[in-house]
């Protein structure tokens, strides 16, 4: 059973299949996609989506569907999961978001991630919380900030499954239980 969580202005509930259309869309628009690895190849979206399902029958936990209630169906897709390869920092569980552009500016990814973290800290109790991305994706840098994650440049790593080229040098952003003992 997947745990729905609701925030002021969100509903992040369990993926849908009816949610396809809407995520091929926003995987589609190029303004989204510009930090990400690629979608375009064929079953690339299938096989994501297939993830998804599987890391929450496999750890209990994962990412949501957001949802902005009686306004949107579908905004974009916030959520939780085990880094899934390894580097320095694994194993590690991630904070990811990506939300269709017509949500981007509204605080929307922001609001979503912090009930994100609180499920991962007083639900899962997890010890630690990571978010990636490359250097220059300021947006998703400054919601790393918002939350309060703290970034040592020391941690910045290449990540091992993309090939060299801009999207091959990461951040580590990190942020630490609050309710864990010092
Ligand atoms: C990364 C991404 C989710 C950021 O979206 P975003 O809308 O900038 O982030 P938030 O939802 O937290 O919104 C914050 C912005 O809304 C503004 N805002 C407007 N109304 C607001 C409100 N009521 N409450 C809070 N913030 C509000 C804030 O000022 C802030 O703008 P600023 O960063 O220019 O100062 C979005 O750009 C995206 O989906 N990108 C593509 C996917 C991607 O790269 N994901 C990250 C992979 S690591």
Same mark, same amino acid.
């Given at each position: 059973m997947i745990p729905t969580l609701t925030t002021p202005r969100l509903l992040l509930r369990a993926w849908r299949d009816d949610d396809l259309a809407a995520f091929e869309a926003m995987a589609a628009d190029p303004a989204v996609m510009e930090f990400l690895p690629s979608?375009?190849?064929?079953?690339a979206l299938e096989a994501w989506v297939s993830r998804l399902k599987s890391h929450w029958r496999e750890h209990g936990f994962g990412r949501w569907t957001v949802e902005l209630p009686?306004?949107?169906?579908?905004?974009g897709i916030v959520g939780l999961a085990w880094v899934p390869y390894e580097a320095h920092f694994t194993p590690a569980v991630e904070i990811a978001w990506r939300l269709a552009r017509?949500?981007?500016?509204?605080g929307y990814a922001s609001e979503a991630a912090r009930a994100a973290l609180d499920y991962g800290f &007083?639900? &899962?109790? &997890?010890a630690e919380i990571v978010a990636v991305t490359v250097p220059a994706n300021s947006r998703s840098r400054r919601i790393m900030q918002r939350l309060g994650m703290t970034h040592d440049p020391a941690d910045d790593y290449d990540h091992p499954n993309l090939p060299d080229g801009p999207l091959k040098r990461h951040v580590l952003y990190r942020l630490r239980n609050p309710m864990a003992a010092t």
């Open positions: 979608l375009r190849e064929p079953g009686g306004k949107a169906g579908f905004a017509p949500y981007w500016g509204c &007083l639900g &899962l109790g &997890l």
